[in-house]
C-alpha cells in the first residue's frame, strides 16, 4: 500500500519533517488514482457540466442567458459548493480513519515517521486533488460562458473561484476532524455526508427562517459568499418575508458579508484542522 512504501522510503532516507510530508503526500495522491475515487469525483463533476450545458442551451433560461454574470451565478453559485463538498467527502472522509481501518499504520507510524507529517502529507495530496476537480469544472465553466458571451468574464467569478478555494480548505479541515475521530472509513464517510449534503442546510435555514438568528456558527453560512458575490448588488444582510393569508406568517434570511464569510471558513479551517491533528496524535492503535 502506499503508507507501507512511504514508510520503507522514510526509514531509508530518513528525511526531515517536510520530506517525509513530501512522501506522504505523493504516495497518497497515487493512492487517490489506484482506488478511482479520483476518476469517480471527476466523472460527477463532468456529469453536472453535461446536464448544465444541456439544459442551458436547450432551454435558454432567461436567468442565464440575460448577462454574463447572471450566467456565472446561475452555473457557478449553484453548483460549486456542492462540488467542493463532495471533494471533502471523497479524498478527507476516510482519510485518517483508513489508517486505523486497514491497518496500515501499524506499518508506518512504528517506523521513524510523525503523526503529523502523515497529517499533513494526506491533506495536501487531498487539496490537490481536490483543486484538480474545481480547476476542472471551472474550466467547463469558463468554456460555456465563452460560447455565450464571449471573452467577457466578470471578474467577480474570479473571485468566487478565490473564495471556493478557501472554502474547500475549510471543507477538508472538518473532514479530517471527523476522519480522526473515528477508526471507521464508513462512520466518518457518512457523518460528513450527512452533514454537508443536509443538516448544515436544514439547521440554517431552521435557525434563520423560525428563530430569526443570523446562523453565523455554521459553515454553509460562510459558504454563502461564493454565490452572492456574483449578484449585484450584493445581496442585503437581513431580509424580511411574508407568506400566509394577509402576510401573517414573516421568515427572516440572512446573507452573509464578505469579511464575515471568510472569517467563518478560515475558523472552521483552523479549529477543526488542530483538533483533528491532535485527535490523531493521541489516539492509540489496539
Given amino acids: 500500500m502506499a503508507q507501507s512504501i512511504s514508510a520503507t522510503a522514510v526509514v531509508g532516507k530518513r528525511p526531515t519533517s517536510i520530506g517525509q510530508v513530501g512522501i506522504i503526500m505523493k504516495y497518497t495522491f497515487l493512492d487517490y488514482f489506484r482506488s478511482r475515487r479520483f476518476f469517480i469525483l471527476l466523472f460527477i ?22 448577462s454574463s454574470l447572471g450566467f456565472y451565478a446561475g452555473w457557478w453559485g449553484m453548483s460549486a459548493t456542492f462540488v467542493v463538498a463532495l471533494s471533502g467527502i471523497f479524498f478527507g472522509g476516510d482519510a485518517i480513519s483508513g489508517e486505523f481501518q486497514n491497518k496500515t499504520g501499524y506499518f508506518t507510524l512504528p517506523n521513524p515517521v510523525r503523526r503529523s507529517s502523515v497529517y499533513v502529507g494526506k491533506w495536501l495530496a ?49 473532514t479530517f476532524f471527523f476522519s480522526s475521530l473515528f477508526k471507521s472509513g464508513s462512520y466518518s464517510i457518512l457523518v460528513t455526508a450527512i452533514l454537508f449534503l443536509f443538516a448544515f442546510t436544514l439547521i440554517e435555514t431552521l435557525v434563520s427562517s423560525l428563530a430569526h438568528i443570523e446562523p453565523w456558527f455554521l459553515l454553509s453560512y460562510g459558504s454563502q459568499i461564493i454565490g ?28 452573509v458579508g464578505i469579511l464575515e464569510g471568510l472569517v467563518i471558513i478560515a475558523v472552521y479551517f483552523i479549529v477543526t484542522a488542530v483538533l483533528g491533528l491532535v485527535l490523531f496524535e493521541r489516539k492509540e492503535f489496539n
Fill in 228 to 255: 452572492n458575490v456574483l449578484t449585484v448588488p450584493y445581496p442585503a444582510h437581513e431580509v424580511l418575508s411574508s407568506f400566509g393569508p394577509g402576510g401573517g406568517t414573516t421568515f427572516t434570511s440572512f446573507n
Fill in 45 to 66: 463533476a463532468l456529469l453536472i457540466s453535461a446536464i448544465l450545458t444541456g439544459v442551458i442551451g436547450y432551454y435558454r433560461p432567461a436567468s442565464f442567458m440575460a
Fill in 126 to 174: 487531498a487539496f490537490i486533488a481536490a483543486t484538480a476537480i474545481l480547476a476542472i469544472f471551472a474550466a467547463i465553466t469558463v468554456i460555456n460562458g465563452v460560447f455565450y458571451f464571449g471573452a467577457n468574464v466578470p471578474y467577480q467569478f474570479g473571485e468566487s473561484i478565490l473564495f471556493s478555494w478557501f472554502y474547500l480548505m475549510a471543507v477538508l479541515g472538518f
